[in-house]
């Protein structure tokens, strides 16, 4: 199977500010162990402080430079980058460059999980 990210139609991130996603490889193409997304933060955009009590993330940063909260530690990141987030852990992303910030994010395919956002 081969598909386009740019025939992929981006969403917004939910209860985010200037990002959006994109499901690259998910269940609907027949992935029964992983799904790949793609999030672009905008300029002063930013993903809120949150976890996923059951699931993992791997990253890859393709384009950019931001910061993303890992618990309780910040990392400014940039082009190149890997990142792990353990299950359970909280997370957020803030894009203060002037240029899009993008990354590929890896999660195990999970027919349902959920996600709490902090306040």
């Known amino acids: 199977m081969l598909k386009s990210s740019g025939k ?10 200037d990002a959006e996603l994109q499901w690259l490889i998910d269940r609907n193409d027949g992935a029964p ?6 999030f672009r933060i905008k300029p002063g955009g930013s993903i809120p402080k949150h ?6 993330h791997e990253q890859y940063v393709i384009k950019g430079n931001y910061t993303v909260g890992i618990g309780d530690k910040q990392h400014k990141v940039k082009t190149g ?13 803030k894009n ?8 590929l994010c890896i999660i195990p395919r999970k027919e349902n999980y959920d996600t709490i956002y902090l306040k």
């Open 96 to 103: 203060n460059s002037k240029e899009d910030a993008e990354f």
């Open 81 to 93: 980058d890997a990142l792990f987030i353990p299950a359970g852990t909280i997370h957020w992303y």
């Open 51 to 56: 976890y996923h009590p059951e699931i993992e």
């Open 8 to 17: 992929v139609k981006a969403e917004p991130a939910k209860n985010a500010i």
């Open 33 to 38: 162990n992983f799904e790949l997304r793609k």
